[in-house]
């Protein structure tokens, strides 16, 4: 018997017949979180957010009540909320799924942020690739607006917000919050400097702003429905709520999972859920968090100690799926997106094509990143077209740790991070490479080339 | 903390403590502590972008308590530091009290080889052939913090090599480090925006808006302010080594804004004019028009030869023939807001010694830009009222000297440097009259004088000028004036010493200076030698009732200036 999911972001949307126009949604009980929130103070809303110990789903796995706290009010100055809806980390696909499936959860969640933040104007920034996401986005806000749940006097308060799609470009870095409000702002999207420009100081045309994530956002109106307290009860105390993890590649079914947090492990996942790999094929390493997490070996053993001082010793399919297990064993859960490789890959070509993916989004503006992602990528596919050398190996980590932790936002971590723990755990493979090289032999022949 | 300017942080720089003011960045505070912090896309006078990764440094702060916020005091008895893990941009961190940085450490030093060999990994190896080589940060630093040796053998990436910007300014994108200086003086001092990168990561290229020229009149600052040789002016790229040219401080005679320069020369040639830093003045810029002012000064147009009458003759020769002339009486005096402090006084002092009917100075004037040039585009009227020349402020149009002409009233004009047949004398009437003209190149005026005196160029002498703001601001001589031709100041303390009998004329500015503490109270404390490098303000209060025609610029307010000389006038 495979762990049951539990269901609550994803609760309706895959249910037979549930639409995403605002009648279905209503007879669903659609909005009433919306009218309980308005009957509430605005701090108060943000204390039970707190209480929730909601964490972001957007990758970094920061509290959002603390987020919401941050909040420069002094200023006087507007404040603005933001949904990051970027998703283009390879490997992560659940905010589309609730964007196409269930679009009124994300606006009723939306509204309840943005009148408990005392927002004045609400932006769902959305990836170019999902035009399709962009139009239901724009025909459920609509609906909410005649309905009276967006735009001026909301359920007849005083209370007024507006929410506008704004459609990406179709750059990765978009997603990169300071890079995703200076596109707003209609720039290039060039993250900025922290410090200074916290968006909950300087953000959003320099005025206080909060970014949040898609499935982070929708956890709100959830929070209102059962109080931040019970809230926090489900998963682990510092996982708590649910989580959507989106299983890619080679196990027999692929797809996006709805699970308390901590309450499966990733075996339970991959061999339970995703009913275990293709026939045949052994599992040999996992990128739990999306492509920029650190890669974990199948055969692998992991030590130490948690933050509460417990000692683990597990194997990869022991790590239970929230933040902190993922951070003990070197990676981390990232933007949930699990990506399963089996025997068949290659891993230099497989990190040849994330660092092809890296390369070609790197924003260019500051000097590590922009020259390093490059430089690894012409390595790496140099390495993959016969011309490895046994020198290789070494001189992509050493270029990755020239990045890491040396430019202006994380983008350095995310492609130097595959390169660096690639080389490290299956180095055996780039030496293979080299010497394979070395003996006239071109390519590899076990399994499909990913490059 | 007796003593101490409390308005001053004290940080730890390298273990030892310096006082700075607050807001200081820790590039700056290095600078104030003696010590270089490398960077590249932070540019004093730029936004902050935090790019180039070159100023990497350690970052500590004292550490207290969490429960009691007492500081953590460690073994030795000190504020214990935290140190955070990763390195921080010295460019953007400013001074907080206690902040603790580290300059030189293991780490600094590997972080700085590494964007050091990253910023070269996809640059050419253009230095043998680059205008920049010699005073390029890139082949600088390198030298400081290069790995001496390439790990990289990819193949290079390939850009445009020779994209004009506009009319003044060419790109060579493979050298360009991304560092947006170049936009961000565009869009922040220049206020036109048309610079701006295309593509991305490493591919990125700088590049104009479609359909745009970077042609404002500043454009030529960006070939300064990049750290590299991508940037070049069209005028001066393959013309000389910048490691063979002299600088010498000088004034740019533009306008009245005074704008600081370097004139950049070679065994007496100029080959280019660059802004000098004055915060008080021009910042680090300068217009683009006032970079080409030196390339009149080698023209045929030159006067190079003190005639009488068309003939060639010596200035003492000169002199005699236009004191006699200048005795007749019925003198009128035209000065110049081009001359220099010096020679405007000694101007007045001839002025009163031959009585003259009138003196007067022809304005100059044009749209000011708010920025560096401004309307009146005679660098130094203010200086021909400090030395009592003028006591009005000057026309365009010297419509009543033509009358006095005419009615017989004047006989006799000295013109300094001015073709009067420009403002309103004829030249028919000019030649009813003797005429001594003292100038550096030849019109009209010229043509009918009776005496000729040749002068020199700002570029080919000392002296002083006066700007908008009542700062005196000195310049010295970059390269030798026509043989033959001596300083301006010589010619006319030579006149002056024949009409008033004195002994010893001046030589230089010094000797002019002497004399002007005495008869100038304003002047007073002052010494040619030691006028401080970015000028010294003069108490113009006197003045503050004319209506003088600049508006805003730079760092000038007519407003706000009227309250500065308060405080001159106040100090003094
Ligand atoms: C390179 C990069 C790409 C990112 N892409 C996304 C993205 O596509 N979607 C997203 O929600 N967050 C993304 N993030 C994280 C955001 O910067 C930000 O932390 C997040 O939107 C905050 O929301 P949360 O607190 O709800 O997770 C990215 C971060 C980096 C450094
Ligand atoms: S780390 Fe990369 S993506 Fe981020 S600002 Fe620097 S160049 Fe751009
Ligand atoms: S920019 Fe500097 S390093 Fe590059 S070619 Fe020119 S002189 Fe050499
Ligand atoms: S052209 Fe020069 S100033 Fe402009 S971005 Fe490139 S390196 Fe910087
Ligand atoms: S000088 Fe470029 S990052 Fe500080």
Same mark, same amino acid.
């Not at chain 2, 990764?53 to 004292?62: A, K, N, S």
């Not at chain 2, 593509?199 to 960006?222: A, M």
């Given at each position: 018997m495979p762990p049951t999911e539990q269901r609550i972001i994803l609760k309706f949307a895959d249910q037979p017949g549930y639409a995403n126009d605002i009648e279905c949604y209503l007879r669903h009980g659609g909005y009433e979180m919306l009218h309980k929130a308005f009957d509430m103070e605005p701090g108060d809303i943000c204390h039970e957010v707190e209480l929730s110990r909601l964490r972001g789903r957007g990758g970094a796995g920061f509290p959002a009540g603390m987020k919401w706290k941050f909040l420069d009010r002094k200023s006087g100055k507007p404040i603005y909320l933001i949904c990051n809806a970027d998703e283009s980390e390879p490997g992560t696909f659940k905010d589309r799924q609730i964007i196409h499936k269930d679009p009124h959860q994300l606006i009723e969640s939306m509204m309840i942020a943005a009148y408990a933040t005392g927002t004045k104007l609400a932006f769902v920034y959305i990836r170019e690739e999902f035009p399709e996401g962009a139009l239901i986005l724009e025909k459920a806000i609509e609906e909410a607006r005649a309905a009276n749940f967006v735009g001026p006097k909301i359920l007849g308060s005083d209370y007024s917000c507006e929410i506008i799609v704004h459609r990406g470009a179709g750059a990765y870095i978009c997603g990169e919050e300071t890079g995703l409000i200076e596109s707003l702002e209609g720039k290039r999207p060039y993250p900025r400097i922290k410090p200074p420009y916290f968006p909950a100081v300087l953000g959003l045309y320099q005025c206080p702003t909060i970014v949040n994530n898609v499935e982070t956002l929708c956890n709100i109106k959830h929070i209102i429905e059962i109080g931040g307290e019970a809230y926090s009860h489900i998963g682990t105390p510092a996982a708590t709520g649910t989580r959507i993890w989106c299983v890619s590649g080679h196990v027999r079914k692929p797809g996006y999972y709805e699970f308390a947090g901590g309450a499966i492990t990733l075996g339970e996942l991959i061999y339970d859920v995703c009913e275990g790999m293709r026939p045949g094929r052994k599992l040999k390493a996992v990128i739990p968090g999306g492509s920029s997490a650190k890669v974990l070996r199948a055969d692998e053993r992991f030590h130490g100690h948690l933050k509460d001082h417990t000692s683990f010793d597990w194997g990869l399919k022991d790590i239970p799926l929230d933040y902190d297990s993922f951070m003990a064993v070197g990676s981390m859960s990232g933007s949930g997106g699990v990506i399963v490789l089996d025997d068949s890959v290659d891993m230099v070509e497989a990190l040849a094509n994330l660092n092809a993916f890296y390369a070609h989004e790197s924003c260019g503006q500051c000097t590590p990143c922009r020259e390093g992602s490059l430089w690894m990528k012409k390595i790496t596919s140099r390495m993959c077209s016969g011309e490895a050398r046994s020198e290789d190996a070494d001189l992509l980590v050493s270029i990755s740790k020239q990045i890491e932790g040396r430019t202006i936002c994380a983008f350095g971590e995310a492609c130097s991070w595959p390169t660096q723990s690639f080389v490290a755990k299956f180095k055996d493979e780039f030496v293979a490479k080299a010497s394979e090289a070395q003996s006239q032999a071109t390519g590899s022949e076990n399994g499909d080339r990913l490059i | 903390m007796t003593g101490r300017d409390d308005n001053l942080i004290s940080v730890f720089i390298d273990e030892e403590e310096f006082l700075v003011p607050p807001g200081t960045n820790m590039v700056e505070a290095a600078r104030l502590a003696g010590k270089e912090i490398p960077h590249y896309c932070y540019h004093p006078k730029l936004s902050v972008t935090g790019n180039c990764r070159m100023c990497l440094m350690e970052l500590g702060m004292p550490l207290k308590d969490h429960s009691t916020g007492e500081p953590i005091i460690d073994r030795r008895g000190l504020q214990k530091i935290g140190w955070m893990p990763r390195p921080a941009i010295a460019c953007a961190t400013r001074a907080f009290p206690g902040i603790h940085i580290k300059t030189d450490s293991e780490l600094v030093r590997e972080c700085r080889n590494g964007v050091m060999e990253f910023l070269l990994v996809n640059h050419p190896l253009d230095c043998p052939i680059c205008d920049q080589a010699g005073e390029c940060s890139l082949q600088e630093y390198a030298a400081d913090y290069g790995r001496g040796y390439s790990r990289f053998v990819e193949n290079k990436n390939v850009k445009p090599k020779r994209t004009r910007l506009g009319p003044r300014v060419m790109l060579d994108d493979e050298r360009c480090i991304l560092c947006s200086r170049c936009i961000r003086f565009c869009k922040e001092i220049a206020k036109d925006d048309v610079l701006g990168f295309v593509d991305r990561g490493s591919y990125s290229t700088l590049t104009c808006f479609p359909g745009k020229d970077l042609q404002n009149n500043y454009s030529l600052n960006t070939v300064d302010i990049c750290p590299v040789g991508a940037l070049t002016s069209i005028d001066f790229r393959f013309k000389m080594r910048v490691w063979f040219l002299k600088e010498t401080p000088s004034i740019c005679?533009? *306008? *009245?804004?005074?704008v600081n320069t370097h004139i950049e020369s070679r065994e007496g040639k100029i080959y280019r004019i660059t802004p000098r830093r004055n915060d008080e003045v021009n910042d680090t810029w300068i217009p683009d028009s006032g970079r080409i002012l030196y390339k009149s000064i080698d023209t045929d147009e030159r006067l190079i030869h003190y005639t009488i009458d068309g003939s060639h003759t010596l200035v003492d020769g000169a002199a005699k023939e236009a004191a006699t002339l200048l005795r007749e009486g019925a003198v009128a005096v035209v000065g110049s807001g081009r001359a220099s402090v010096e020679e405007q006084y000694l101007l007045g002092k001839i002025a009163s010694a031959v009585k003259a009917i009138s003196v007067s100075l022809v304005s100059r004037t044009g749209d000011g830009d708010g920025l560096l040039v401004s309307a009146d585009r005679n660098p130094n009227v203010r200086g021909a009222l400090l030395t009592g020349l003028i006591t009005s402020l000057p026309h365009a149009n010297l419509g009543g000297l033509a009358s006095a002409i005419e009615s017989g009233e004047v006989r006799t004009i000295l013109s300094f440097g001015e073709d009067l047949t420009q403002c309103g004398v004829e030249k028919q009437l000019l030649e009813k009259v003797n005429v001594i003209y003292f100038g550096s190149h030849c019109n009209e005026t010229g043509e009918v004088a009776k005496v000729v005196f040749p002068t020199l160029t700002v570029f080919e002498k000392a002296g002083t000028f006066i700007n908008q703001q009542f700062r005196l601001q000195k310049f010295l001589p970059a390269v030798p004036g026509p043989q033959g031709v001596l300083p301006d100041i010589v010619s006319l303390g030579k006149l002056c010493s024949i009409l008033d009998g004195e002994a010893i004329p001046p030589t230089g500015p010094e000797g002019v200076w002497a004399e002007m503490n005495t008869e100038i109270p304003q002047f007073s404390a002052i010494d040619f030698e030691n006028i401080p490098i970015n000028g010294i303000l003069i108490d113009g209060s006197q003045w503050e009732h004319l209506p003088f025609i600049e508006g805003m610029s730079l760092h000038y307010d007519p407003d706000n200036n009227r309250q500065i000389m308060a405080e001159v006038t106040k100090s003094k």
């Amino acid at each position: 018997m495979p762990p049951t999911e539990q269901r609550i972001i994803l609760k309706f949307a895959d249910q037979p017949g549930y639409a995403n126009d605002i009648e279905c949604y209503l007879r669903h009980g659609g909005y009433e979180m919306l009218h309980k929130a308005f009957d509430m103070e605005p701090g108060d809303i943000c204390h039970e957010v707190e209480l929730s110990r909601l964490r972001g789903r957007g990758g970094a796995g920061f509290p959002a009540g603390m987020k919401w706290k941050f909040l420069d009010r002094k200023s006087g100055k507007p404040i603005y909320l933001i949904c990051n809806a970027d998703e283009s980390e390879p490997g992560t696909f659940k905010d589309r799924q609730i964007i196409h499936k269930d679009p009124h959860q994300l606006i009723e969640s939306m509204m309840i942020a943005a009148y408990a933040t005392g927002t004045k104007l609400a932006f769902v920034y959305i990836r170019e690739e999902f035009p399709e996401g962009a139009l239901i986005l724009e025909k459920a806000i609509e609906e909410a607006r005649a309905a009276n749940f967006v735009g001026p006097k909301i359920l007849g308060s005083d209370y007024s917000c507006e929410i506008i799609v704004h459609r990406g470009a179709g750059a990765y870095i978009c997603g990169e919050e300071t890079g995703l409000i200076e596109s707003l702002e209609g720039k290039r999207p060039y993250p900025r400097i922290k410090p200074p420009y916290f968006p909950a100081v300087l953000g959003l045309y320099q005025c206080p702003t909060i970014v949040n994530n898609v499935e982070t956002l929708c956890n709100i109106k959830h929070i209102i429905e059962i109080g931040g307290e019970a809230y926090s009860h489900i998963g682990t105390p510092a996982a708590t709520g649910t989580r959507i993890w989106c299983v890619s590649g080679h196990v027999r079914k692929p797809g996006y999972y709805e699970f308390a947090g901590g309450a499966i492990t990733l075996g339970e996942l991959i061999y339970d859920v995703c009913e275990g790999m293709r026939p045949g094929r052994k599992l040999k390493a996992v990128i739990p968090g999306g492509s920029s997490a650190k890669v974990l070996r199948a055969d692998e053993r992991f030590h130490g100690h948690l933050k509460d001082h417990t000692s683990f010793d597990w194997g990869l399919k022991d790590i239970p799926l929230d933040y902190d297990s993922f951070m003990a064993v070197g990676s981390m859960s990232g933007s949930g997106g699990v990506i399963v490789l089996d025997d068949s890959v290659d891993m230099v070509e497989a990190l040849a094509n994330l660092n092809a993916f890296y390369a070609h989004e790197s924003c260019g503006q500051c000097t590590p990143c922009r020259e390093g992602s490059l430089w690894m990528k012409k390595i790496t596919s140099r390495m993959c077209s016969g011309e490895a050398r046994s020198e290789d190996a070494d001189l992509l980590v050493s270029i990755s740790k020239q990045i890491e932790g040396r430019t202006i936002c994380a983008f350095g971590e995310a492609c130097s991070w595959p390169t660096q723990s690639f080389v490290a755990k299956f180095k055996d493979e780039f030496v293979a490479k080299a010497s394979e090289a070395q003996s006239q032999a071109t390519g590899s022949e076990n399994g499909d080339r990913l490059i | 903390m007796t003593g101490r300017d409390d308005n001053l942080i004290s940080v730890f720089i390298d273990e030892e403590e310096f006082l700075v003011p607050p807001g200081t960045n820790m590039v700056e505070a290095a600078r104030l502590a003696g010590k270089e912090i490398p960077h590249y896309c932070y540019h004093p006078k730029l936004s902050v972008t935090g790019n180039c990764r070159m100023c990497l440094m350690e970052l500590g702060m004292p550490l207290k308590d969490h429960s009691t916020g007492e500081p953590i005091i460690d073994r030795r008895g000190l504020q214990k530091i935290g140190w955070m893990p990763r390195p921080a941009i010295a460019c953007a961190t400013r001074a907080f009290p206690g902040i603790h940085i580290k300059t030189d450490s293991e780490l600094v030093r590997e972080c700085r080889n590494g964007v050091m060999e990253f910023l070269l990994v996809n640059h050419p190896l253009d230095c043998p052939i680059c205008d920049q080589a010699g005073e390029c940060s890139l082949q600088e630093y390198a030298a400081d913090y290069g790995r001496g040796y390439s790990r990289f053998v990819e193949n290079k990436n390939v850009k445009p090599k020779r994209t004009r910007l506009g009319p003044r300014v060419m790109l060579d994108d493979e050298r360009c480090i991304l560092c947006s200086r170049c936009i961000r003086f565009c869009k922040e001092i220049a206020k036109d925006d048309v610079l701006g990168f295309v593509d991305r990561g490493s591919y990125s290229t700088l590049t104009c808006f479609p359909g745009k020229d970077l042609q404002n009149n500043y454009s030529l600052n960006t070939v300064d302010i990049c750290p590299v040789g991508a940037l070049t002016s069209i005028d001066f790229r393959f013309k000389m080594r910048v490691w063979f040219l002299k600088e010498t401080p000088s004034i740019c005679a533009e *306008s *009245s804004v005074g704008v600081n320069t370097h004139i950049e020369s070679r065994e007496g040639k100029i080959y280019r004019i660059t802004p000098r830093r004055n915060d008080e003045v021009n910042d680090t810029w300068i217009p683009d028009s006032g970079r080409i002012l030196y390339k009149s000064i080698d023209t045929d147009e030159r006067l190079i030869h003190y005639t009488i009458d068309g003939s060639h003759t010596l200035v003492d020769g000169a002199a005699k023939e236009a004191a006699t002339l200048l005795r007749e009486g019925a003198v009128a005096v035209v000065g110049s807001g081009r001359a220099s402090v010096e020679e405007q006084y000694l101007l007045g002092k001839i002025a009163s010694a031959v009585k003259a009917i009138s003196v007067s100075l022809v304005s100059r004037t044009g749209d000011g830009d708010g920025l560096l040039v401004s309307a009146d585009r005679n660098p130094n009227v203010r200086g021909a009222l400090l030395t009592g020349l003028i006591t009005s402020l000057p026309h365009a149009n010297l419509g009543g000297l033509a009358s006095a002409i005419e009615s017989g009233e004047v006989r006799t004009i000295l013109s300094f440097g001015e073709d009067l047949t420009q403002c309103g004398v004829e030249k028919q009437l000019l030649e009813k009259v003797n005429v001594i003209y003292f100038g550096s190149h030849c019109n009209e005026t010229g043509e009918v004088a009776k005496v000729v005196f040749p002068t020199l160029t700002v570029f080919e002498k000392a002296g002083t000028f006066i700007n908008q703001q009542f700062r005196l601001q000195k310049f010295l001589p970059a390269v030798p004036g026509p043989q033959g031709v001596l300083p301006d100041i010589v010619s006319l303390g030579k006149l002056c010493s024949i009409l008033d009998g004195e002994a010893i004329p001046p030589t230089g500015p010094e000797g002019v200076w002497a004399e002007m503490n005495t008869e100038i109270p304003q002047f007073s404390a002052i010494d040619f030698e030691n006028i401080p490098i970015n000028g010294i303000l003069i108490d113009g209060s006197q003045w503050e009732h004319l209506p003088f025609i600049e508006g805003m610029s730079l760092h000038y307010d007519p407003d706000n200036n009227r309250q500065i000389m308060a405080e001159v006038t106040k100090s003094k």
